[in-house]
């Protein structure tokens, strides 16, 4: 593995090398791609030579056209036809072509990446040979210097989700008895039993070349830093008895992707199965991956194939599972994740090093999916909203929340408010630094995690500050909520139907209260049948909005739904 290193290896101090990267177009000697589609974040251009300045205006006007439709990233092949007949440039044709897009990128506010060089007539390197080039367009937001994706690792508690979490941010492999893992683990009792119990955060990285940015040779600060794209782990408790902490972990820290992992020598379980169907609750893009396959042979993992792709159909017959291979594979299951109609398998050992390569390229080309960002910077200037994850009181420091910022930004020395209480009240405060990635920053905007530091303006707040609150800004109204009601579907039941006064824990986001079943629109409330649903708060008021996910569960009930109003 060439950005893995062995226990037993010394650290090298050069830089890794860049990792290769397979595109689309085709390696089977065929010139010809699928002709262009519109509506898609892939763009033909023959050539690009020399083009005035409104064409050039043009020109960034569709560039921004194709960022948006791919969430952030878009790919260019030039020297391609539109019916896309690779007719290639000559050399002096393709640099001004490949000058022209990099001040488009620039323009824009993008970085662009070579994914492909490829000669299509005559030998590379002779004259009037002709090339084809494809290049990543990756946007950056304007306040920051990367794009920061959340991927939750769910999975049964020997699937390895520690340890691969290890494995990819220290950039070595592990020794077999979960070395890698010990850095991520919070409390003692995790270290004797290999059981997380909470939720862990690591980050690794690309940088604008692709190249991995881990521990093994730069620090968190370096990573941020240099990072274009980071990948921030959400390591999840895989026992049942943590499965609270689960559900929060995926409500509340709001991950873009989910990573199923499943162990090789297991196989899929009703664990799995149920963090599977988790993930869909909260309508989270998911992929599985296959860990410990040095463990086992061919047939045994052959096997395994078979038995995914049929409980996944059993449940979601619309789903495909699709083994990913390779890295061209990779990238090509990456793009297609956001269809909702496939779910990527990679296999990899944490061990010896097999799948990781095609694992980090899959990362690498994960859509950066910065749609609700987005939308909120174009419509008008949003309420500040941020979701409490986590509460600490920290020596010299005061109150810090942490958690996501939902909507608008906050600036440091910001006025805000956090609540509600048990009165229904919000308490002011001044935010006075904010972190993101442990780095301090001027500002956090919607679609970011970050902690801030707030100072209340009175003292006690101890007694009312819990997680699940929301922040705004100091002259926002909100509205209490205490009932709502939701479009809601039970999914599993002890008995056949659920009555009024049943109880249970209701997570929203950050939320995660305990609420009463009052009132149901149909005669009664029974699995699979879609029902209005009236939730009541017990001990007190919350913030919910309308449009929410919902998800309901006390023991071996489950209901998933849809905010429809608030009382």
């Known amino acids: 593995m060439a950005v893995f290193r062995s226990q037993s290896r010394k650290r090298s101090h050069s830089r890794p090398k860049p990792s290769s990267t397979i595109s689309r177009i085709p390696s089977n000697g065929e010139l010809k791609l699928p002709p262009e589609r519109e509506n898609d974040n892939v763009e033909y251009k023959s050539k ?3 083009p005035n300045a409104k064409r050039l205006q043009h020109l960034c006007t569709q560039m921004k056209w194709r960022l948006q439709q791919g969430d952030g990233e878009a790919i260019y092949e030039i ?14 044709e393709m640099s001004i072509s490949m000058q022209t897009l990099c001040t488009m990128a620039q323009s824009v506010g993008a970085v662009l990446i070579i994914l492909k060089d490829q ?23 304007d306040d920051q210097q990367f794009s920061d994706l959340r991927v939750a690792i769910l999975g049964n508690a020997s699937a390895g989700k520690s340890t691969l979490c290890g ?49 093994s040779e730069n620090s968190l600060e370096e990573i941020v830093k240099h990072s274009t794209k980071l990948i921030t782990l959400i390591d999840l408790a895989g026992d049942r008895k943590y499965m609270k902490t689960t559900i929060y972990g995926v409500s509340g820290y709001t991950p873009h992707y989910c990573a199923l992992l499943v162990n090789a020598r297991i196989g899929w379980t009703q664990m799995s199965q149920e963090h599977f169907e988790l993930a869909k609750a909260f309508n989270v893009p998911v992929f599985i991956i296959v860990t410990k396959v040095d463990l086992v042979t061919e047939q045994r993992l052959q096997r395994i194939f ?20 390779d890295e061209e594979m990779a990238e090509k299951a990456a793009q297609d994740l956001m269809n909702n109609k496939t779910v990527p398998l990679i296999q990899i050992s944490s061990v010896n090093g097999t799948g990781l390569q ?3 390229t899959f990362f690498r080309r994960l859509p950066a999916r910065i749609s609700r960002r987005r939308a909120a910077s174009e419509a ?23 958690g996501l910022m939902a909507e608008g930004s906050v600036k440091e020395n910001d006025w805000v408010q956090i609540g509600p209480d048990s009165q229904d009240q919000f308490h002011f405060g001044q935010v006075k630094s904010l972190r993101r990635n442990k780095q301090p920053v001027w500002t956090v ?50 008995v056949d139907e659920l009555c009024i006064g049943f109880q249970g824990t209701v997570y929203i986001r950050s939320l995660r209260r305990t609420v009463t079943i009052v009132d149901f629109s149909s005669e009664s409330l029974k699995c699979g049948e879609p029902t209005d649903v009236t939730f009541e708060f017990y001990g007190g008021p919350s913030y919910v909005r309308e449009g929410e996910h919902v998800f309901f569960r006390e023991r071996t009930t489950k209901g998933v739904g849809q905010v429809l109003s608030i009382m």
């Open 119 to 141: 000669c299509v007539y005559g030998k590379p390197g002779e004259a009037g040979s002709r090339r084809v080039i494809e290049a990543l367009i990756r946007k950056l937001p």
């Open 445 to 494: 905007n919607a679609g970011e995690t970050a902690s801030l530091a707030v100072s209340f303006e009175k003292t006690g707040a101890e007694n009312w500050l819990r997680k699940g609150m929301v922040l705004m800004n100091h002259d926002a109204t909100p509205r209490c909520c205490r009932r709502f009601v939701a479009r809601f579907c039970l999914l599993s039941h002890p």
């Open 167 to 215: 494995v990819l941010t220290q950039g070595v492999l592990d020794n077999g008895n979960g070395k890698c893992r010990l850095n991520l683990l919070r409390y003692m009792h995790e270290v004797r039993t290999g059981k997380t119990s909470s939720v862990n955060l690591d980050a690794f990285g690309f940088d604008k070349a692709g190249n991995v940015l881990n521990y």
């Open 48 to 50: 690009l030579i020399n």
């Open 306 to 325: 078979q038995q995914i792709q049929a409980v996944v159909k059993r449940s979601h017959p619309n789903l495909l599972v699709q083994k990913v291979d």
């Open 79 to 92: 020297g391609v036809e539109d019916d896309g007949r690779m007719t290639g440039l000559e050399n002096d």
């Open 380 to 402: 008008e200037p949003p309420s500040t909203l941020f979701h409490v994850d986590e509460i600490f009181r920290v020596c010299e420091v005061g109150w810090v929340v942490y």
């Open 358 to 360: 095609t694992l980090l």
